[in-house]
């Protein structure tokens, strides 16, 4: 019997102007996984993002979100998913429990169980103690822990983050990504992330789609993805050879010749 879909892409496109960010992408994330998209600068990966959250229309092709149709039921998606943008969303002069309840609010918890839904949300993101600090006091991981917070107060059944741990020190890092994983492993809730840090890549998601110009140039779980280059490959290698400048349309052509390198580099010593 086939998992069932948090999310269901099919030959999703969408251009700004003349420019193609997203060509003909086709995404499948199954329930209750960690699924990262991954990609250089510019590969297209925040425009899918968008579109997946319903904050940019799918031109052409279908998305689904545990087969609701985005195009057709935006109000029914946005209650199934947080989501967790690049840009810092949290107001730097409202304290950490204003700043969670605010977004409460906007995703309408009733007031009789407002008040439990955001003291939960801060406890799950380990910031009950400083919830009465206004957020300008926070460091960077606090903040980001914070945004976690916003997301989970309308409890999704889909986490979507882009880049959450960018700008973060190692620390803030590993803390941010507890704090996923806590809250995932205690709800089953689907995670979909994009991130430019491999190791967490490597070490947090069950599945990675490598995304290079607008397309999908790779899919597989990141054991899949390093053994396609060889036993000692690491993901920074996949992604070299997935989305380097002088990758084809054929990224398989180019996963080949970095295997045939790296065993010449082994025969050599």
């Known amino acids: 019997m086939m998992a069932p879909l948090a999310v269901h892409g099919t030959g999703i496109r969408h ?7 997203v060509d003909g992408v086709d995404l499948d994330v199954t329930a209750g996984t960690v699924f990262g998209l991954l990609g250089p600068n510019g590969a297209g990966k925040t425009t899918t993002i968008r579109m997946i959250t319903t904050l940019l229309p799918a031109p052409t092709g279908t998305i689904e979100v545990f087969g609701v149709d985005v195009a057709r039921h935006k109000l029914g998606v946005r209650r199934l998913i947080g989501y967790v943008p690049q840009q810092l ?15 409460a609010r906007l995703f309408d918890v009733p007031r009789a169980r407002r008040r439990r839904i955001v003291d939960a949300a801060l406890e799950s993101v380990g910031l009950t103690e400083v919830a009465n600090r206004t957020a300008g006091t926070y460091s960077g991981g606090m903040i980001r822990r914070l945004e976690l917070a916003q997301a989970l107060v309308n409890a999704p059944r889909l986490l979507v983050l882009d880049e959450p741990t960018i700008g973060l020190d190692p620390i803030g890092r590993a803390s941010v990504w507890d704090r996923i994983l806590d809250v995932g492993a205690s709800t089953g809730m689907t995670v979909l992330v994009t991130t430019h840090y491999m190791d967490e890549a490597d070490q947090h998601c069950d599945r990675i789609a490598m995304m290079h110009r607008g397309r999908i140039r790779a899919v597989g779980s990141p054991r899949e993805l390093k053994a396609g280059l060889g036993l000692d490959a690491t993901l920074d290698d996949v992604f070299r050879a997935v989305t380097g400048d002088e990758l084809g349309s054929d990224a398989g052509e180019r996963m080949r010749d970095v295997r045939a390198t790296r065993r010449t580099a082994r025969r050599l010593g």
Do not use: H, P, Q
């Open 15 to 21: 251009r700004f102007g003349d420019t193609v960010a």
């Open 89 to 103: 969303s949290a107001d730097a002069a409202l304290t950490g429990r204003e700043n969670v309840a605010l977004f």
